[in-house]
């Protein structure tokens, strides 16, 4: 059919991404609370580039390497061996440009990696704050897409799904969606948009009380506030670096 509109699918959980044709779509990597936050912040503050990795030994070998800044958490304290946590705060232009920054994270790394061996076409990280630049990419690309929210180990969380939401929201006229679970994400988006930390505090979401438990309130409300940090991260030879367009650069 001349003219179709390409298709949008939301997988809620990396459990379910075997179910979606990954090879010939866009994946956008979702993981708000906070990998995915704090991958935006550090290339928007001039970090040369992100390298994801899915261990901490991993982190450290390649940080002595290539002499990059390694960083990553496990249950909400930097991890042993680590120089700095997964906190977008950590990560202001004076420290972090022109530095590499070698991030280890559970569940979003692991969404990377999967989506790059099932061949997705490209793939890119998607927050609130680089939620317009996200828009912006999948309109101009007019391809299928696929919203990988990153979950937690496999379960499905509230954060995830409301990013995806709020992309759905501002993009679905310009794609097919025969998903329903892009009309939960929908949804629940428009439920939260006016207070999305009210919304997640209301709805005992549970990595807003993993978070509240370690005293990061200030790094949820980052995390939920939309082009803080509007650049486009691509996944490119083993690196997350900011993706120049030509509609990027008419929106600064």
Request: aromatic fraction near 8%; include cysteine.
């Amino acid at each position: 059919m001349m003219n179709a509109k390409p298709a949008l699918y939301t997988c809620l959980s990396p459990s379910l991404l075997h179910l979606y044709d990954v090879s010939k779509s866009i994946v956008v990597v979702i993981d708000v609370l906070r990998a995915t936050s704090t991958i935006a912040t550090a290339l928007y503050n001039g970090a040369r580039c992100v390298i994801p990795v899915d261990s901490v030994s991993r982190c450290i070998e390649l940080g002595k390497q290539i002499d990059g800044i390694t960083a990553g958490e496990r249950d909400g304290k930097v991890a042993e061996g680590l120089e700095y946590g997964n906190s977008s705060f950590e990560y202001p232009k004076e420290f972090i440009s022109n530095k590499t920054l070698v991030l280890t994270t559970t569940n979003g790394t692991r969404l990377l990696h999967m989506a790059l061996e099932k061949g997705a076409s490209e793939i890119i990280t998607g927050s609130f704050p680089n939620l317009s630049a996200i828009c912006n990419h999948l309109i101009e690309q007019n391809r299928p897409v696929i919203l990988g929210c990153a979950a937690w180990k496999d379960r499905i969380n509230i954060e995830d799904t409301l990013f995806a939401g709020a992309v759905i929201s501002r993009i679905k006229d310009q794609f097919s969606l025969n998903c329903d679970a892009s009309h939960i994400a929908e949804t629940l988006y428009h439920e939260a948009k006016h207070d999305l930390f009210e919304f997640m505090k209301k709805n005992d979401a549970s990595h807003y009380h993993r978070l509240m438990d370690f005293g990061l309130e200030d790094d949820i409300r980052y995390c939920l506030t939309p082009d803080v940090a509007n650049i486009l991260p691509e996944y490119l030879d083993g690196k997350l670096v900011v993706k120049r367009e030509i509609t990027q650069q008419k929106n600064r």
